[in-house]
Protein backbone atom coordinates (compact mmCIF):
# COMPACT_ATOMS: atom_id res chain seq x y z
CA UNK A 1 0.00 0.00 0.00
CA UNK A 2 1.18 3.64 -0.78
CA UNK A 3 1.37 6.20 1.86
CA UNK A 4 -1.00 9.35 1.72
CA UNK A 5 0.44 11.93 -0.19
CA UNK A 6 2.57 14.49 1.76
CA UNK A 7 1.47 18.49 1.07
CA UNK A 8 4.78 18.93 -1.13
CA UNK A 9 3.92 15.71 -3.03
CA UNK A 10 0.77 16.91 -4.11
CA UNK A 11 1.92 20.24 -4.86
CA UNK A 12 4.49 18.34 -7.02
CA UNK A 13 2.20 16.68 -8.75
CA UNK A 14 -0.09 19.86 -9.68
CA UNK A 15 3.10 22.06 -10.66
CA UNK A 16 5.62 19.81 -12.22
CA UNK A 17 6.28 17.79 -15.10
CA UNK A 18 8.91 15.52 -14.67
CA UNK A 19 11.64 14.24 -16.91
CA UNK A 20 12.08 10.10 -17.27
CA UNK A 21 8.50 9.89 -14.85
CA UNK A 22 5.41 7.93 -15.35
CA UNK A 23 3.22 11.16 -14.55
CA UNK A 24 0.03 8.75 -14.14
CA UNK A 25 2.04 6.12 -11.42
CA UNK A 26 3.47 9.59 -9.95
CA UNK A 27 0.23 10.26 -8.55
CA UNK A 28 -0.30 7.55 -6.46
CA UNK A 29 2.90 7.18 -5.64
CA UNK A 30 4.08 10.80 -4.65
CA UNK A 31 8.13 12.41 -5.57
CA UNK A 32 10.90 11.59 -3.79
CA UNK A 33 11.70 15.07 -2.10
CA UNK A 34 15.02 16.02 -1.38
CA UNK A 35 15.78 18.62 0.86
CA UNK A 36 19.51 18.47 1.25
CA UNK A 37 23.15 17.07 1.06
CA UNK A 38 26.28 15.79 2.47
CA UNK A 39 29.12 13.76 1.56
CA UNK A 40 27.47 10.65 0.16
CA UNK A 41 24.02 10.89 1.66
CA UNK A 42 21.19 13.14 1.30
CA UNK A 43 18.45 13.68 3.47
CA UNK A 44 14.27 14.03 2.75
CA UNK A 45 11.68 16.29 4.24
CA UNK A 46 11.24 13.37 7.17
CA UNK A 47 14.95 13.54 8.11
CA UNK A 48 15.74 10.35 6.74
CA UNK A 49 19.22 9.84 4.92
CA UNK A 50 20.18 8.05 1.97
CA UNK A 51 23.86 7.30 -0.14
CA UNK A 52 23.16 8.73 -3.45
CA UNK A 53 24.75 5.96 -5.00
CA UNK A 54 23.84 7.52 -8.37
CA UNK A 55 25.53 10.77 -7.71
CA UNK A 56 22.60 12.38 -8.61
CA UNK A 57 22.41 11.55 -12.33
CA UNK A 58 26.18 10.46 -12.78
CA UNK A 59 27.56 13.76 -11.88
CA UNK A 60 28.28 14.88 -8.34
CA UNK A 61 31.43 12.95 -8.13
CA UNK A 62 32.55 14.67 -5.14
CA UNK A 63 29.87 14.23 -3.14
CA UNK A 64 26.95 16.87 -1.85
CA UNK A 65 28.38 19.96 0.59
CA UNK A 66 31.97 20.69 -0.71
CA UNK A 67 32.67 24.07 0.60
CA UNK A 68 35.41 25.19 -1.94
CA UNK A 69 33.09 24.49 -4.79
CA UNK A 70 31.03 26.94 -2.73
CA UNK A 71 33.27 29.15 -1.99
CA UNK A 72 34.60 29.43 -6.00
CA UNK A 73 31.23 30.41 -7.16
CA UNK A 74 30.73 32.70 -4.20
CA UNK A 75 33.87 34.71 -5.09
CA UNK A 76 32.71 34.52 -8.99
CA UNK A 77 29.48 35.50 -8.68
CA UNK A 78 30.76 38.37 -6.81
CA UNK A 79 33.83 39.97 -9.19
CA UNK A 80 31.63 38.65 -12.74
CA UNK A 81 28.27 36.81 -12.03
CA UNK A 82 27.43 36.94 -15.84
CA UNK A 83 29.49 37.41 -19.45
CA UNK A 84 29.54 35.55 -22.44
CA UNK A 85 31.80 34.66 -25.22
CA UNK A 86 29.73 35.85 -27.87
CA UNK A 87 31.39 37.97 -30.72
CA UNK A 88 34.73 38.28 -29.50
CA UNK A 89 34.03 39.03 -25.80
CA UNK A 90 35.95 36.66 -23.42
CA UNK A 91 36.65 36.68 -19.87
CA UNK A 92 39.73 34.94 -17.75
CA UNK A 93 38.27 32.47 -16.51
CA UNK A 94 36.90 30.44 -19.51
CA UNK A 95 40.10 31.12 -20.94
CA UNK A 96 41.96 29.49 -17.87
CA UNK A 97 39.49 26.58 -17.99
CA UNK A 98 39.87 26.15 -21.60
CA UNK A 99 43.34 25.75 -21.23
CA UNK A 100 43.34 23.58 -18.90
CA UNK A 101 40.89 21.16 -20.34
CA UNK A 102 43.34 21.13 -23.74
CA UNK A 103 46.23 20.27 -21.13
CA UNK A 104 44.50 17.21 -19.76
CA UNK A 105 42.54 15.78 -22.54
CA UNK A 106 44.07 13.10 -24.72
CA UNK A 107 44.72 13.18 -28.58
CA UNK A 108 45.85 16.83 -28.55
CA UNK A 109 42.67 18.64 -28.22
CA UNK A 110 43.33 22.36 -29.79
CA UNK A 111 40.11 24.30 -28.85
CA UNK A 112 37.30 24.37 -26.62
CA UNK A 113 33.54 25.11 -27.27
CA UNK A 114 31.27 25.75 -23.86
CA UNK A 115 27.97 24.98 -23.54
CA UNK A 116 25.64 24.40 -20.32
CA UNK A 117 24.73 20.65 -20.71
CA UNK A 118 25.74 16.95 -21.94
CA UNK A 119 22.63 17.44 -24.97
CA UNK A 120 23.81 20.48 -26.32
CA UNK A 121 27.14 19.79 -25.97
CA UNK A 122 26.83 16.69 -28.64
CA UNK A 123 24.43 18.71 -29.89
CA UNK A 124 27.61 20.86 -30.98
CA UNK A 125 29.34 18.10 -31.85
CA UNK A 126 26.90 17.51 -34.71
CA UNK A 127 26.84 21.06 -35.74
CA UNK A 128 30.82 21.16 -36.09
CA UNK A 129 30.91 18.35 -38.41
CA UNK A 130 28.27 19.25 -40.63
CA UNK A 131 30.03 22.82 -40.62
CA UNK A 132 33.47 21.28 -41.38
CA UNK A 133 32.11 18.74 -43.95
CA UNK A 134 30.86 21.76 -46.13
CA UNK A 135 33.88 23.87 -45.42
CA UNK A 136 36.01 21.11 -46.72
CA UNK A 137 33.41 20.86 -50.30
CA UNK A 138 32.18 17.39 -49.22
CA UNK A 139 28.23 18.19 -48.56
CA UNK A 140 26.86 14.88 -48.50
CA UNK A 141 29.61 13.59 -45.75
CA UNK A 142 26.84 13.83 -43.12
CA UNK A 143 25.38 10.82 -41.53
CA UNK A 144 26.12 10.27 -37.89
CA UNK A 145 26.48 6.51 -36.48
CA UNK A 146 25.58 5.41 -32.82
CA UNK A 147 24.59 2.49 -31.12
CA UNK A 148 21.77 1.15 -29.45
CA UNK A 149 21.17 1.77 -25.75
CA UNK A 150 23.53 4.87 -26.37
CA UNK A 151 22.41 8.15 -24.44
CA UNK A 152 23.63 11.29 -26.29
CA UNK A 153 20.95 13.74 -24.99
CA UNK A 154 17.34 14.87 -25.41
CA UNK A 155 17.23 17.48 -27.68
CA UNK A 156 15.97 16.54 -30.94
CA UNK A 157 19.16 15.64 -32.52
CA UNK A 158 20.88 14.30 -29.52
CA UNK A 159 17.64 12.18 -28.77
CA UNK A 160 18.18 10.81 -31.96
CA UNK A 161 21.41 9.71 -31.03
CA UNK A 162 20.15 8.67 -28.46
CA UNK A 163 19.33 4.71 -28.95
CA UNK A 164 16.84 3.48 -26.63
CA UNK A 165 13.01 3.83 -27.49
CA UNK A 166 11.76 5.65 -24.66
CA UNK A 167 13.25 8.40 -25.74
CA UNK A 168 11.90 8.30 -29.47
CA UNK A 169 8.09 6.70 -29.10
CA UNK A 170 5.60 9.55 -30.02
CA UNK A 171 8.12 12.48 -30.54
CA UNK A 172 8.48 11.48 -34.24
CA UNK A 173 12.57 10.57 -33.49
CA UNK A 174 14.85 9.22 -34.53
CA UNK A 175 15.37 12.28 -37.15
CA UNK A 176 17.00 11.45 -40.77
CA UNK A 177 20.92 10.63 -41.22
CA UNK A 178 21.12 8.53 -37.91
CA UNK A 179 22.20 5.18 -38.20
CA UNK A 180 22.38 2.89 -34.42
CA UNK A 181 24.91 -0.07 -34.41
CA UNK A 182 24.71 -3.01 -32.19
CA UNK A 183 25.69 -2.65 -28.35
CA UNK A 184 28.90 -3.89 -27.47
CA UNK A 185 27.55 -5.60 -24.04
CA UNK A 186 28.76 -9.38 -24.34
CA UNK A 187 27.45 -10.85 -21.41
CA UNK A 188 23.73 -9.91 -23.12
CA UNK A 189 24.53 -9.96 -26.51
CA UNK A 190 27.26 -12.83 -27.77
CA UNK A 191 25.71 -15.56 -29.99
CA UNK A 192 26.17 -19.18 -28.38
CA UNK A 193 29.35 -20.25 -28.31
CA UNK A 194 31.11 -16.80 -29.39
CA UNK A 195 34.24 -15.34 -28.19
CA UNK A 196 34.86 -12.35 -26.88
CA UNK A 197 37.36 -11.55 -29.61
CA UNK A 198 34.51 -12.55 -32.42
CA UNK A 199 31.99 -10.90 -31.01
CA UNK A 200 34.26 -7.92 -31.21
CA UNK A 201 35.13 -8.59 -34.76
CA UNK A 202 31.30 -9.29 -35.32
CA UNK A 203 30.71 -5.22 -34.65
CA UNK A 204 33.53 -3.99 -36.41
CA UNK A 205 32.08 -5.94 -39.43
CA UNK A 206 28.46 -4.28 -38.71
CA UNK A 207 30.73 -0.65 -39.01
CA UNK A 208 32.20 -1.94 -42.02
CA UNK A 209 29.33 -3.46 -43.69
CA UNK A 210 27.66 0.40 -43.46
CA UNK A 211 30.15 2.37 -44.47
CA UNK A 212 30.15 0.00 -47.66
CA UNK A 213 26.50 0.19 -48.27
CA UNK A 214 25.73 3.65 -47.48
CA UNK A 215 29.72 4.56 -49.00
CA UNK A 216 32.19 6.88 -46.63
CA UNK A 217 31.61 10.05 -48.29
CA UNK A 218 28.21 10.22 -46.65
CA UNK A 219 29.00 9.11 -42.84
CA UNK A 220 30.22 12.14 -40.91
CA UNK A 221 30.94 10.54 -37.70
CA UNK A 222 30.75 7.85 -35.01
CA UNK A 223 29.96 8.60 -31.37
CA UNK A 224 30.04 6.71 -28.12
CA UNK A 225 29.88 6.54 -24.69
CA UNK A 226 33.58 4.73 -23.32
CA UNK A 227 30.67 3.28 -21.18
CA UNK A 228 27.46 3.59 -21.89
CA UNK A 229 25.66 5.07 -18.84
CA UNK A 230 21.65 5.41 -19.29
CA UNK A 231 21.45 2.21 -21.17
CA UNK A 232 22.44 0.42 -18.42
CA UNK A 233 26.20 0.85 -17.59
CA UNK A 234 27.46 -1.25 -20.18
CA UNK A 235 31.21 -2.50 -20.19
CA UNK A 236 32.64 -2.89 -23.32
CA UNK A 237 34.87 -5.72 -24.28
CA UNK A 238 38.87 -4.14 -24.35
CA UNK A 239 39.32 -4.91 -28.04
CA UNK A 240 36.05 -2.95 -28.96
CA UNK A 241 37.27 0.56 -29.65
CA UNK A 242 40.53 0.12 -30.80
CA UNK A 243 38.72 -1.61 -33.64
CA UNK A 244 35.75 0.85 -34.14
CA UNK A 245 38.32 3.56 -33.84
CA UNK A 246 40.58 2.20 -36.64
CA UNK A 247 37.48 1.36 -38.72
CA UNK A 248 36.61 5.15 -38.42
CA UNK A 249 40.17 6.26 -39.23
CA UNK A 250 40.28 3.78 -42.42
CA UNK A 251 37.21 6.23 -43.76
CA UNK A 252 37.64 9.56 -42.45
CA UNK A 253 34.71 9.47 -39.86
CA UNK A 254 35.09 11.72 -37.00
CA UNK A 255 35.25 9.62 -33.38
CA UNK A 256 33.34 11.83 -30.75
CA UNK A 257 33.77 10.59 -27.58
CA UNK A 258 31.22 11.15 -24.95
CA UNK A 259 32.76 11.59 -21.66
CA UNK A 260 29.50 13.22 -20.19
CA UNK A 261 29.60 10.59 -17.64
CA UNK A 262 33.35 8.87 -17.93
CA UNK A 263 35.19 11.87 -17.87
CA UNK A 264 37.31 13.00 -14.84
CA UNK A 265 38.56 9.98 -13.03
CA UNK A 266 35.60 7.78 -13.33
CA UNK A 267 36.76 5.18 -15.27
CA UNK A 268 39.76 5.40 -13.12
CA UNK A 269 41.97 7.12 -15.99
CA UNK A 270 40.88 11.00 -16.37
CA UNK A 271 38.48 9.51 -19.58
CA UNK A 272 36.92 6.81 -20.28
CA UNK A 273 38.29 6.67 -24.18
CA UNK A 274 41.93 6.19 -22.45
CA UNK A 275 40.22 3.25 -20.10
CA UNK A 276 38.99 1.61 -23.15
CA UNK A 277 41.11 2.60 -26.17
CA UNK A 278 39.03 4.56 -28.12
CA UNK A 279 41.07 7.88 -30.29
CA UNK A 280 38.47 10.68 -30.37
CA UNK A 281 38.70 13.20 -32.23
CA UNK A 282 36.45 15.37 -30.69
CA UNK A 283 35.35 15.03 -27.13
CA UNK A 284 32.12 16.01 -25.25
CA UNK A 285 32.28 16.84 -21.26
CA UNK A 286 30.21 17.59 -18.81
CA UNK A 287 28.79 16.47 -15.02
CA UNK A 288 31.85 16.03 -13.27
CA UNK A 289 33.63 18.67 -14.92
CA UNK A 290 31.72 21.05 -12.09
CA UNK A 291 31.28 17.84 -9.71
CA UNK A 292 27.30 18.75 -10.91
CA UNK A 293 27.35 22.03 -8.63
CA UNK A 294 26.28 24.28 -11.72
CA UNK A 295 25.65 23.24 -15.29
CA UNK A 296 28.75 23.65 -17.59
CA UNK A 297 29.82 21.57 -20.55
CA UNK A 298 32.44 21.74 -23.01
CA UNK A 299 33.42 19.91 -26.20
CA UNK A 300 36.68 19.82 -27.12
CA UNK A 301 38.05 19.51 -30.96
CA UNK A 302 41.39 18.14 -32.44
CA UNK A 303 43.66 20.78 -34.71
CA UNK A 304 42.00 19.81 -37.91
CA UNK A 305 38.68 20.45 -36.90
CA UNK A 306 39.55 23.77 -35.15
CA UNK A 307 41.56 24.76 -38.41
CA UNK A 308 38.51 23.90 -40.53
CA UNK A 309 35.90 25.37 -38.16
CA UNK A 310 37.98 28.35 -38.03
CA UNK A 311 38.35 29.26 -41.78
CA UNK A 312 35.15 28.45 -42.40
CA UNK A 313 34.25 31.06 -39.82
CA UNK A 314 36.01 33.74 -41.66
CA UNK A 315 34.60 33.01 -44.92
CA UNK A 316 31.30 33.17 -43.80
CA UNK A 317 31.98 36.29 -40.95
CA UNK A 318 30.51 34.03 -38.20
CA UNK A 319 30.73 30.99 -36.52
CA UNK A 320 26.51 30.86 -36.32
CA UNK A 321 26.80 29.05 -33.06
CA UNK A 322 26.70 29.29 -29.28
CA UNK A 323 24.88 30.02 -25.92
CA UNK A 324 23.82 32.11 -23.73
CA UNK A 325 25.47 30.68 -20.61
CA UNK A 326 27.74 29.06 -22.55
CA UNK A 327 31.07 29.47 -20.78
CA UNK A 328 29.39 30.90 -17.82
CA UNK A 329 31.82 32.38 -15.48
CA UNK A 330 30.29 31.10 -11.94
CA UNK A 331 30.32 27.37 -14.23
CA UNK A 332 33.83 27.78 -15.77
CA UNK A 333 34.94 28.94 -11.61
CA UNK A 334 33.31 25.71 -10.19
CA UNK A 335 34.74 23.42 -12.86
CA UNK A 336 38.61 24.87 -12.05
CA UNK A 337 37.73 24.45 -8.90
CA UNK A 338 36.44 20.80 -9.47
CA UNK A 339 39.81 20.19 -11.53
CA UNK A 340 41.72 21.60 -8.80
CA UNK A 341 40.49 19.23 -6.00
CA UNK A 342 40.53 16.15 -8.85
CA UNK A 343 44.39 16.96 -9.40
CA UNK A 344 44.87 17.21 -5.74
CA UNK A 345 43.36 14.01 -4.48
CA UNK A 346 44.79 12.28 -7.75
CA UNK A 347 41.37 11.08 -8.81
CA UNK A 348 42.01 8.61 -11.67
CA UNK A 349 43.91 6.44 -8.20
CA UNK A 350 41.48 6.90 -5.85
CA UNK A 351 39.05 5.26 -8.05
CA UNK A 352 41.51 2.71 -9.30
CA UNK A 353 42.15 2.14 -5.81
CA UNK A 354 38.44 1.87 -4.83
CA UNK A 355 37.48 0.00 -7.67
CA UNK A 356 38.33 -3.84 -7.25
CA UNK A 357 36.03 -3.71 -3.80
CA UNK A 358 33.18 -2.20 -6.11
CA UNK A 359 33.69 -4.96 -9.17
CA UNK A 360 34.06 -7.72 -5.93
CA UNK A 361 30.72 -6.49 -4.50
CA UNK A 362 28.82 -6.36 -7.82
CA UNK A 363 29.87 -9.56 -8.79
CA UNK A 364 29.63 -11.29 -5.39
CA UNK A 365 25.58 -11.17 -6.28
CA UNK A 366 26.09 -13.52 -9.52
CA UNK A 367 25.24 -16.42 -8.08
CA UNK A 368 21.58 -14.84 -6.76
CA UNK A 369 18.68 -16.65 -8.33
CA UNK A 370 18.16 -13.23 -9.68
CA UNK A 371 21.24 -11.82 -10.99
CA UNK A 372 22.69 -12.81 -14.19
CA UNK A 373 25.41 -10.49 -14.25
CA UNK A 374 27.88 -8.30 -12.01
CA UNK A 375 29.37 -5.32 -13.94
CA UNK A 376 31.69 -2.52 -13.67
CA UNK A 377 34.15 -0.54 -14.91
CA UNK A 378 36.21 1.80 -12.65
CA UNK A 379 33.31 3.54 -10.24
CA UNK A 380 30.18 3.20 -12.56
CA UNK A 381 28.73 -0.90 -12.60
CA UNK A 382 25.42 -2.55 -12.89
CA UNK A 383 23.53 -5.86 -11.64
CA UNK A 384 21.66 -7.23 -14.88
CA UNK A 385 18.78 -8.76 -13.16
CA UNK A 386 16.51 -11.95 -14.93
CA UNK A 387 14.83 -14.46 -14.08
CA UNK A 388 17.35 -17.34 -12.81
CA UNK A 389 20.07 -14.68 -14.10
CA UNK A 390 18.67 -15.32 -17.72
CA UNK A 391 20.18 -13.06 -20.08
CA UNK A 392 16.17 -12.71 -22.26
CA UNK A 393 15.12 -10.93 -19.36
CA UNK A 394 11.58 -10.65 -17.67
CA UNK A 395 8.54 -11.22 -19.58
CA UNK A 396 7.35 -7.58 -18.19
CA UNK A 397 10.38 -5.99 -18.40
CA UNK A 398 11.07 -3.23 -15.81
CA UNK A 399 8.79 -4.19 -13.01
CA UNK A 400 11.45 -6.29 -11.48
CA UNK A 401 13.67 -3.73 -11.78
CA UNK A 402 11.47 -0.30 -10.29
CA UNK A 403 10.81 -3.33 -7.34
CA UNK A 404 14.70 -3.60 -6.64
CA UNK A 405 15.01 0.01 -6.69
CA UNK A 406 11.79 0.72 -4.09
CA UNK A 407 13.33 -1.82 -2.23
CA UNK A 408 17.05 -0.61 -1.81
CA UNK A 409 15.19 3.26 -1.39
CA UNK A 410 13.56 1.57 1.42
CA UNK A 411 16.85 0.63 3.17
CA UNK A 412 18.00 3.97 2.13
CA UNK A 413 20.48 3.69 -0.74
CA UNK A 414 19.21 5.53 -4.11
CA UNK A 415 20.08 3.82 -7.07
CA UNK A 416 18.24 3.43 -10.22
CA UNK A 417 17.05 0.90 -12.52
CA UNK A 418 17.29 0.99 -16.19
CA UNK A 419 14.60 -1.62 -17.48
CA UNK A 420 15.70 -4.05 -15.12
CA UNK A 421 19.67 -3.42 -15.05
CA UNK A 422 20.20 -1.75 -11.56
CA UNK A 423 22.85 1.25 -11.74
CA UNK A 424 25.31 2.39 -9.28
CA UNK A 425 27.45 5.32 -9.59
CA UNK A 426 28.65 6.41 -6.17
CA UNK A 427 30.47 9.82 -5.64
CA UNK A 428 34.62 8.98 -6.00
CA UNK A 429 34.94 10.23 -2.91
CA UNK A 430 32.68 7.39 -0.94
CA UNK A 431 34.59 5.13 1.44
CA UNK A 432 34.80 1.27 1.69
CA UNK A 433 32.79 1.51 4.65
CA UNK A 434 30.11 3.62 2.77
CA UNK A 435 30.65 1.43 -0.25
CA UNK A 436 30.32 -1.76 2.28
CA UNK A 437 27.04 0.01 3.84
CA UNK A 438 25.31 0.60 -0.08
CA UNK A 439 26.18 -3.05 -1.01
CA UNK A 440 24.97 -4.44 2.66
CA UNK A 441 21.60 -3.54 1.45
CA UNK A 442 21.77 -4.98 -2.03
CA UNK A 443 21.45 -8.55 -0.84
CA UNK A 444 18.12 -8.04 1.36
CA UNK A 445 16.69 -6.42 -0.92
CA UNK A 446 17.18 -8.67 -4.22
CA UNK A 447 15.86 -11.48 -1.24
CA UNK A 448 13.00 -9.06 -0.79
CA UNK A 449 12.50 -8.66 -4.40
CA UNK A 450 12.57 -12.50 -5.41
CA UNK A 451 10.08 -12.88 -2.43
CA UNK A 452 7.72 -10.45 -4.31
CA UNK A 453 8.54 -11.65 -8.30
CA UNK A 454 7.14 -15.27 -7.45
N1 LIG B 1 25.73 12.16 -22.74
C1 LIG B 1 25.72 11.25 -21.76
C2 LIG B 1 26.70 10.12 -21.82
C3 LIG B 1 24.84 11.36 -20.69
O1 LIG B 1 24.82 10.44 -19.74
C4 LIG B 1 23.95 12.46 -20.66
C5 LIG B 1 23.01 12.60 -19.53
O2 LIG B 1 22.85 11.73 -18.71
C6 LIG B 1 23.97 13.37 -21.71
C7 LIG B 1 24.88 13.20 -22.73
C8 LIG B 1 23.01 14.53 -21.73
O3 LIG B 1 23.36 15.45 -20.76
P1 LIG B 1 22.29 16.52 -20.25
O4 LIG B 1 21.22 15.79 -19.51
O5 LIG B 1 23.12 17.43 -19.40
O6 LIG B 1 21.76 17.22 -21.45
Known sequence: ?????????????????????????????????????????????????????????????????????????????????????????????????????????????????FQSSGSEANDTQIKMAWYMNNALGRPQKKTIVSRKKAYHGTTLATASLTGLPGNHTDFDLPMPGIRHLSTPHFWKEAQEGESEEAFVARLAAEFEALIEAEGAETIAAFIAEPVMGAGGAIVPPMGYFPAMSAIAR????LTITDEVICGFGRTGEWFGAETVGFEPTSMSMAKQLTAGFVPLSAVAINGEMAEALEAN??????????????????????????????????????????????????????????????????????????????????????????????????????????VDSIVFCPAMTITEAELDEVFGAVGPALDATLDWAK
Open 1 to 113: MNQPLSNFQMRDAEALLHPYTDAVALRTTGAQIVDRGEGVRVWDQSGRSYIEAMSGLWCAGLGFGNAELVEAARVQMERLPYYHLFSGKSHDTAIELAEKLKAMTPGQMARVF
Open 250 to 253: KHDI
Open 313 to 418: SGKIGTFGHGFTYGGHPVGCAVALKALEIYERMDMPRVVQAMSPRFAAHLKSFEGHPLVGEGRSLGLMGALELGPNGRREGFAKPGKVGAKMVGELKDRGIIARAV
